[in-house]
T-cell receptor, first 111, second 115 residues
């Protein structure tokens, strides 16, 4: 079954404590991306990756890092989280011009 | 850069009512258009898409959308909504941006269907 798996589903942390949200896909898609979803703002792209070792900034990259060392994994790293990064995060993959396949989301709360 | 506008932020309908959600995009070139649905507590799923050809596209669960190029619109319709259609609906557009197919989402429309 085609899957995009994110972990954890829920995370509560404190300001400044580094965290990583993992994303893994089993579809061998080259493209992977991270979005954050906030009420009234829809989905905004944080970072994307066209292939292994190729990453680029989306619309709201400040405060985030990513890496793409292998095709199946695309972790999102918050080196020093702040309360304004409290949000619902989605990882997604895409094949060519095709549709996005989303993970189940990670709800992050930074206090 | 492309942008997407969804003017209806929150829509409340009774069951069996007809639905039309507006979506307008801004981009001067060729685009691909999508509607995604997010049921409560779930991730986004594809409802329907338009790449080329017949501008009236049909998706899952009785939804359809019409691409009107002259109006830069891709409105979502359903003749008769059900309570199970309660969800948030997102319009999205992809366009060539330096060789990369950037995906831009609208801000979403929350649909509440009252039994």
């Amino acid at each position: 079954e085609a899957q995009v798996t994110q972990n954890p589903r829920y995370l509560i942390t404190v300001t400044g404590k580094k965290l990583t949200v993992t994303c893994s896909q089993n579809m061998n898609h080259e493209y992977m991306s991270w979005y954050r979803q906030d009420p009234g703002l829809g989905l905004r792209q944080i970072y994307y990756s066209m292939n292994v070792e190729v990453t680029d900034k989306g619309d709201v990259p400040e405060g985030y890092k990513v890496s793409r060392k292998e095709k199946r994994n695309f972790p999102l790293i918050l080196e020093s989280p702040s309360p304004n990064q409290t949000s619902l995060y989605f990882c997604a993959t895409k094949l060519g011009v095709g549709t996005l396949h989303f993970g189940n989301g990670t709800r992050l709360t930074v206090t | 850069a492309q942008s997407v506008s969804q003017h209806n932020h929150h829509v409340i309908l009774s069951e069996a009512a007809s639905l039309e959600l507006g979506c307008n995009y801004s981009y001067g070139g060729t685009v691909n258009l999508f509607w995604y649905v997010q049921y409560p507590g779930q991730h986004l799923q594809l409802l329907l898409k338009y790449f080329s050809g017949d501008p009236l596209v049909k998706g899952i669960k009785g939804f359809e959308a019409e691409f009107i190029k002259s109006k830069f619109s891709f409105n979502l319709r359903k003749p008769s909504v059900q309570w199970s259609d309660t969800a948030e609906y997102f319009c999205a557009v992809t366009a060539n941006s330096g060789g990369y197919q950037k995906v831009t989402f609208g801000t979403g429309t929350k649909l509440q269907v009252i039994p």
